[in-house]
C-alpha cells in the first residue's frame, strides 16, 4: 500500500504555514500525527499534491488554563493528554476519553486538532467537545476566527474549517467545580472505532440536576449534540423516569447507518445504553 | 516527484539517504537501510508488528513517511541487545518465558514493551496487557508475552535495587 506522490514541506512557523495551503489551494493538506491521513493515503482516498507538515510549529503545542477556559494546542498529542495532570485535575473526561482511543502507539502520534478536524463520525474527541460547549480557534493568512464544536461538523469530513485554515487550538470553557463527566464507548475491540459512544457531563445542586450535556459518536454522519436529551436532566433529581427521557431522546436524535459494526436498529439501541450509563457515572462524579 | 534528502540516528548510527517524500519509514528501514527486523504485517495501523522507537515513543513505522521522521532517535529490534551482544532483559525474557511461537510479531513487542518499561517501571499485568495493546499475537495467546515482560521488569527491578 503506497500512497500517490505528494511534494513535502515543512515549514517553520503558523504564518509560513498558511502562505503554503493560500498558495497550494485544495491541493495542499496539512499533516499532525498523519494517523488519519496517512491511511487514507495509502488507500488513495486522500491523494495531496503538497504535504504540509505541522511538526514544527511550537505555537501549536502546549496546555494552557487562561480566562476561565482551558486553551489545548492543536499539536498536542492523545498521549501529552493522558499525561496531563492540569487536564486530569479541571476536564478529566479528555483522559477518559484519550485513553479509549485506539491503542499506545496511535495515542503518541495522533493530535487532538487532528482528531477533532478531521472530521471522520468515529472520532472520539469531537463529541466530547460538543458535550463541554468546546470551540475551536482557526487562522488563515488575514485573520483568526473560533468555531464553536457544535456548529462545526457538517458531515461526515465535510467541516466548517476552510481550506486555506488551520486549526490552532480548542478552547474549552472551564467545567464548574464539582461537574461529573463520563465518556462510555462500546467497541468491538481495543483499537476499534465506536460502535456507539455518548460523553455526557452535568453539575447536581443539592439533589437537582443544574446543568446537562450528552453528545454522541459514531451515531450519524457527525457527531450529535444531543439538545432535548440534555434538557430532559436538568431541573430533575435524575430519577429513572428522567433518565429512561433522556435515553429516549438521545436515540431519536441518533442517525445511525448499518455497517460491519451492526444494524442500525441496534446501534440505535447501543446509543441509550451509553448514554444510561454515562449518566449514571458522571452522577457519582459529581458533587452536590 | 524529486527526491529529498532525509537524515536520522538509527540503533546509534548516523543515516542519510535521498528519499521519495512518499517512502514509509518501514520501507525506509527494510529496504534502504537493510534493517528487517520491524516487520510489514497488515500494513493498516493495526498489528504493530512494525513497530520501532522513536524519540522516546513507540511509533508504528507503516504510518509514518520517512521525511516526518527528519532528526529522530530511531531504536528498532537490531538496538536492543547490549553492544556485546548479550540479550536484553526483555528479550531474555522472551526466550525464557515462551514469549513467541512464530515470533513475526516479537520485535515489534520487544521495542514496545522496551518503551513500556521506560515509562512504567513495575507495571501489573493489566497494565502490560493495556500496555501492548497495539500490538498483535496470532500464535501465544499473549499469556507468555505478559509472563515475559513481567521476567524483564522483576530482572531489571532486581538490577536496581541492587546496584543502590
Ligand atoms: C488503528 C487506529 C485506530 C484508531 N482508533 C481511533 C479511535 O478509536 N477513536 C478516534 O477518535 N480515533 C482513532 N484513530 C484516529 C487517530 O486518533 C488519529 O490520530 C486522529 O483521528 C487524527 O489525528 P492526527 O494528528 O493523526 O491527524 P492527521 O492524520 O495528521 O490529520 C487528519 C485530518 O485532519 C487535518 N488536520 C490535522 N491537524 C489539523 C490542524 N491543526 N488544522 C487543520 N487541519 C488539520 C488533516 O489535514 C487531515 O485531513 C485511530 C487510528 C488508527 C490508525
Ligand atoms: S504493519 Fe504497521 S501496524 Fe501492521
Ligand atoms: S509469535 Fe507468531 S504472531 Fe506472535
Redesign the pocket.
Same mark, same amino acid.
Given at each position: 500500500m503506497i500512497p500517490g506522490p505528494f511534494e513535502y514541506h515543512r515549514p517553520g512557523s503558523v504564518d509560513e504555514a498558511l502562505a503554503l495551503l493560500a498558495r497550494h489551494g485544495e491541493d495542499g $493538506?496539512?499533516? &499532525?500525527?498523519?494517523?488519519? %491521513?496517512?491511511?487514507?493515503m495509502k488507500l488513495r482516498l !486522500?491523494a495531496p499534491a503538497h504535504l504540509i507538515d %505541522?511538526r514544527n510549529l511550537a505555537e501549536?503545542r502546549g496546555i494552557r488554563e487562561a480566562d476561565g477556559s482551558l486553551e489545548i494546542g &492543536?499539536?498536542t +498529542?492523545?498521549h501529552e493528554v493522558i499525561e496531563s495532570e492540569l487536564l486530569q485535575a479541571l476536564c478529566p473526561i479528555l483522559r477518559e476519553t484519550a485513553l479509549?482511543? !485506539?491503542?499506545p502507539q496511535? $495515542?503518541y502520534?495522533? +493530535?487532538l486538532?487532528?482528531?477533532v !478536524?478531521?472530521?471522520?463520525p468515529?472520532?472520539?474527541?469531537p463529541a466530547v467537545m460538543q458535550c463541554l460547549g468546546a470551540s475551536y480557534l482557526?487562522r488563515n493568512a488575514s485573520g483568526q476566527r473560533e468555531i464553536p464544536a457544535r456548529d462545526f461538523y457538517e458531515g461526515a469530513y465535510f467541516t466548517a %474549517?476552510g481550506e486555506d485554515?488551520?486549526? +490552532?487550538a480548542v478552547r474549552i470553557p472551564r467545567p464548574p467545580e464539582g461537574q461529573g463527566q463520563a465518556y462510555e464507548k462500546m467497541?468491538r475491540k481495543v483499537?476499534?472505532? &465506536?460502535t456507539a459512544a455518548a460523553a455526557v457531563a452535568l453539575s447536581l445542586d443539592g439533589g437537582t440536576c443544574s446543568q446537562a450535556a450528552i453528545a454522541l459518536t459514531n451515531l450519524g454522519q457527525t457527531p450529535i449534540f444531543a439538545e432535548a436529551a440534555s434538557q430532559a436532566l436538568v431541573g430533575s433529581s435524575l430519577d429513572e423516569a428522567a433518565v429512561a427521557e433522556a435515553v429516549r431522546l438521545a436515540r431519536e436524535a441518533a442517525d445511525p447507518v448499518e455497517d460491519l459494526r451492526g444494524p442500525a436498529d441496534f446501534k440505535r439501541h447501543a446509543a441509550g445504553v451509553m448514554v444510561q450509563r454515562a449518566v449514571a457515572r458522571a452522577r457519582e462524579r459529581a458533587s452536590a | 516527484m524529486s527526491k529529498i534528502p532525509v537524515k536520522m540516528t538509527v540503533n546509534g548510527a548516523a543515516v542519510e539517504e535521498l528519499v521519495e517524500p512518499r517512502l514509509l519509514l518501514i520501507h525506509f528501514l527494510r529496504e534502504k537501510l537493510g534493517i528487517t527486523g520491524p516487520h510489514v504485517g497488515c500494513e493498516?495501523?493495526?498489528c504493530g508488528a512494525c513497530t520501532v522507537d522513536l524519540d522516546g515513543k513507540s511509533v508504528?513505522s507503516c504510518?509514518v513517511f520517512a521525511v516526518q521522521a527528519e532528526g529522530a532517535q530511531i531504536t528498532t529490534i537490531e538496538g536492543m541487545a547490549e553492544a556485546d551482544g548479550t540479550l536484553s532483559a526483555l528479550q531474555e525474557g522472551f526466550m525464557q518465558e515462551h514469549g513467541l511461537q512464530c515470533g513475526f510479531c516479537t520485535p515489534g513487542m520487544i521495542t514496545r514493551a522496551h518503551r513500556l518499561l521506560l515509562e512504567n517501571p513495575n507495571p501489573t499485568d493489566e497494565e502490560i496487557r493495556w500496555g501492548l495493546s497495539?500490538n498483535l499475537c496470532r500464535c501465544t495467546g499473549y499469556q507468555n508475552i505478559v509472563k515475559a515482560v513481567r521476567y524483564a521488569a522483576d530482572k531489571i527491578n532486581a538490577g536496581r535495587e541492587a546496584a543502590e
Open positions: $493538506r496539512v499533516i &499532525a500525527g498523519g494517523h488519519s %491521513l496517512v491511511p487514507m !486522500a %505541522l501549536l &492543536a499539536m +498529542t492523545q479509549m482511543i !485506539a491503542d496511535v $495515542r502520534c495522533g +493530535t486538532g487532528g482528531n !478536524a478531521n472530521g471522520d468515529g472520532n472520539d474527541m482557526v %474549517l485554515e488551520i486549526l +490552532t467497541k483499537g476499534d472505532y &465506536a | 493498516t495501523s493495526h508504528k504510518t497495539g
